[in-house]
């Protein structure tokens, strides 16, 4: 397990953070590129979208189908503004509110299930749940989505600041719930070892469904911006290759249980599929080898070496 | 009336019968220990009384209340605290962490100070004042099976079960646990203890309880059980040092 405190003074800690939100906030309108400002809107809600993954993992919930709940959100925000006519910003509060209560459900089918069988079991559930979408084509458009979603505006800036905003307040909130509130010991402990935990007073299905309603809400949220983002919505969205899979990676690049290091690791992601977009017929092996070789060399996730070199830069400037 | 009855208790897994029909008492303030050969179902007499697992027959009851079917974490806020055979320390936390979740558990209303206190208290008592910042995962066996202790004793445990805690120690560390265990017992904890080390055991306790096969074959004294043929057949033949 990767303690961040452990690995950066507090106050270094925060410096960088502070030193990229201002970069993030300030360089990329100021540079007026449409494709970067996509590709950052994207790495946002993305980033949103793998650390509502990362909730569960503080738990041992290592969801495999996790881009249920982020197409949840996606088809609910689209039929809500489509078909209910509803304004996209209540939209995106009703798909939330829909994912977490579905979440909620869902613990109860999912209570005791651990380890593979739970991860299984949420892929199952992704799965039916795309082939749902896929079949039931009249109200879902079938293979071909829904189009036409009203975005929440169609300025490029204002849509990065939509997402970065939204991903900013997801991680402050995440991140303070798994590192530093009252949840986080448990958390911790239930983590390592559930059985000694229980006998120790720790009602553990609490805390897994506490992790289980906050990954959905947060999956549904990234799913719902995504949905306003983008106007359209296919079972790709929920499918779990590639929606699954790549939250995954993300979550394993940047350093799982750590909150702050799958954020890092969507906006990797997302950049290195876009870069090597340039070479199309060995995108997916290139992109696969590289997110392959960062597991191999970088173990624990990119997060621990950031800090390490934010650390080392922090030093020397300071010296 | 008795803090803990045990009532004529069985459980298989499978066709596997690992206990059948133990009965015993524990009265409160006592100091308790349980031996027999591997296989006997000392463990799985723990996880029964301690809710890990359920009897499929038979009752337990604590403090006057039925508790056959509760799960270990409403046990622990009744006052019934366990250790582990093979050690479980929650790795990635420190040894003041480890602590500090058996107090969220059982949910203190102290204050903050005063648990504080409480922790120090325990820490010293333990001998783990010095460990309190390291990692359980980095502490050596002899500090691990003083924390299993340690969380136990963070419940406010009334009846504490130690399952093994000599196993794997050297001799002066089980020296210093079975002084801890003493001093345990001398502030009014009753202890219940399974044990494997049985010279260190017939020392430490005034009763004994022998299984063997899933049943109980012996209670009484250490000198009783030292000199019954049943239990030299079945457990202390095997072991020269008691006789």
């Known amino acids: 397990m990767l303690r961040l405190k452990s690995l950066a003074t507090l106050s270094s800690f925060k410096i960088t953070g502070l030193i990229l939100i201002i970069i993030m906030v300030v360089v990329p309108p100021a540079l007026r590129d449409p494709y970067l400002l996509h590709i950052l809107t994207l790495g946002s809600i993305y980033a949103i979208f793998a650390m509502s993954w990362d909730i569960l993992m503080y738990t041992n919930q290592l969801s495999l189908g996790h881009s249920f709940f982020f197409g949840l959100a996606a088809y609910s925000t689209a039929l809500f503004n489509s078909s209910l006519r509803m304004h996209p910003i209540l939209a995106i509060i009703a798909a939330v509110a829909i994912t977490a209560i579905v979440g909620l459900g869902l613990s109860i089918p999912f209570f005791k299930l651990r380890g593979a069988y739970y991860a299984l079991g949420m892929a199952g559930l992704a799965k039916i749940a795309t082939l749902t979408v896929t079949a039931y084509s009249d109200i879902t458009g079938g293979e071909e989505g829904i189009r036409g979603i009203t975005p929440l505006t169609t300025d490029h800036v204002g849509n990065y600041y939509i997402a970065l905003a939204t991903m900013l307040a997801s991680l402050i909130f995440l991140y303070y719930t798994a590192e530093h509130s009252r949840f986080s010991l448990i958390f911790r402990a239930v983590r390592d070892d559930e059985v000694a935990a229980k006998c120790l007073g720790i009602v553990v299905h609490k805390y897994r469904l506490l992790c289980l309603v906050l990954g959905s809400a947060f999956a549904g949220l990234g799913g719902a911006v995504y949905a306003t983002y983008l106007t359209i919505v296919n079972p790709n969205a929920m499918a779990i290759i590639p929606t699954t899979a790549l939250v995954v990676t993300m979550g394993m690049v940047g350093g799982v249980t750590t909150i702050i290091g799958p954020a890092l690791g969507a906006y990797l992601i997302v950049f290195l599929d876009s870069f090597f977009r340039v070479a199309e017929n060995i995108r997916l092996l290139a992109y696969a080898l590289t997110a392959t070789l960062i597991l191999l060399l970088l173990p624990g996730g990119i997060i621990r070496y950031a800090i390490k070199a934010a650390n080392y830069l922090i030093r020397e400037v300071r010296s | ?243």
Do not use: C
Request: hydrophobic fraction near 40%; glycine fraction near 10%.
């Open chain 2, 1 to 243: 009336m008795p803090l803990l009855e045990v009532r004529n208790i069985s459980k298989s897994f499978g066709g596997l019968k690992v206990i059948k029909g133990v009965s015993f008492n524990v009265d409160k303030g006592e100091l308790i220990g349980i031996i027999g050969p591997n296989g006997a179902g000392k463990s799985t007499l723990f996880n029964l009384i301690s809710g890990v697992y359920h009897p499929d027959a038979g009752s337990i009851i604590f403090k006057d209340e039925d508790i056959t079917k509760m799960e270990p974490y409403d046990l622990v806020k009744k006052g019934l605290a366990r250790s582990w055979q093979i050690v479980r320390p929650f790795r990635n936390l420190t040894v003041e962490e480890n602590i500090r979740v058996a107090f969220y558990g059982v949910g203190f209303k102290d204050s903050l100070s005063e648990r504080n206190r409480r922790l120090d208290e325990i820490l010293q008592m333990t001998g783990l004042l010095q460990h309190r910042e390291q990692l359980a995962k980095n502490l050596p066996l002899g500090h691990l099976k003083r924390l299993e202790v340690a969380r136990a004793v963070a419940t406010g445990a009334e009846l504490l079960m130690l399952d093994e805690p000599f196993a794997g120690l050297r001799v002066d560390e089980i020296k210093g646990l079975m002084h801890l265990v003493t001093v345990l017992h001398s502030i009014g904890l009753t202890i219940l203890i399974i044990e494997h080390v049985v010279r260190s055991l017939l020392e430490l306790t005034r009763r004994v309880l022998v299984l063997h096969e899933g049943r109980l074959i012996k209670e009484g004294t250490p000198e009783e059980v030292r000199r019954d043929k049943m239990v030299i057949e079945a457990y202390l033949g095997e072991e020269s040092e008691v006789a």
